[in-house]
């Protein structure tokens, strides 16, 4: 992490999703950076180090286990995370070999997430 506001990029093809998330996020003192597909998503990180990757599951060309996969190839210091409204559809043995953090059910709780990330932000990766 650098000496500034800890990055975190927000990944999901819903615009309303992501605009919800910046919103809830925004006074938790992140510099936070926003895509709404994977392709752009790694455009970002190869263009700069983040901090934490908050992603969604189901997104058109590549899921967000995929991206996480490579994120971890790419930003190896990055905390990831996955955000899915298929909690369920999610093998938990594979988000563990990803080195994926914590699975965030969608509808989110605003007050849980804020903890879930600083918790996580706090460990490391």
């Known amino acids: 992490m650098s000496g500034g506001a800890p990055s975190l990029l927000i990944v999901d093809d819903e615009a309303r999703i992501l605009a919800a998330l910046r919103r809830c996020l ?3 003192g992140y510099d936070i950076l926003t895509a709404d597909s994977p392709l ?3 455009r970002i ?3 700069r180090a983040v901090d934490m990757i908050l992603s969604d599951q189901k997104m058109p060309g590549m899921s967000g286990m995929e991206l996480l996969s490579e994120a971890a ?3 190896p210091g990055a905390v990831r995370i996955l955000i ?3 909690t369920e559809a999610v ?3 594979e988000l563990e070999a990803l080195g994926v953090k ?5 509808p989110w709780d ?3 997430l804020k903890l879930t990330l600083r918790r996580l932000l706090a460990e490391g990766p």
């Open 45 to 47: 990180m190869a263009e």
């Open 84 to 86: 899915t409204g298929w």
């Open 110 to 112: 605003d007050g849980e």
């Open 26 to 28: 925004r006074r938790e």
């Open 91 to 93: 093998p938990r043995d």
């Open 73 to 75: 190839r790419r930003c």
């Open 40 to 42: 752009e998503a790694m």
């Open 102 to 106: 914590a699975l965030i059910p969608k």
